[in-house]
């Protein structure tokens, strides 16, 4: 018997190529995220879509809930 493979879930939804402002890194907005309150400087998470799942770091959350991030890197394939 396999087991399904392990979905990861998207803490915040964002398009890696959405680029503009804060030295040009990809942005996302905070009512978009699962859990808002874990949106914060600093914060490690799990960005993207289910089938591109990144792994970020929040660099700022704007007044207008712009969330600006630095992508770290690709999740590894047996983490998805």
Request: no cysteine; net charge negative.
């Amino acid at each position: 018997m396999t087991a399904a493979p392990r979905r990861t879930g998207v803490d915040l939804p964002l398009d890696v190529q959405s680029r503009s402002g804060l030295d040009d890194l990809p942005f996302s907005y905070l009512d978009e995220a699962a859990d808002p309150a874990a949106v914060v400087p600093g914060a490690h998470l799990v960005a993207g879509d289910a089938d591109n799942p990144v792994l970020v770091r929040v660099v700022s959350v704007g007044p207008d809930g712009r969330v600006f991030v630095q992508v770290i890197g690709a999740l590894a394939p047996h983490l998805q």
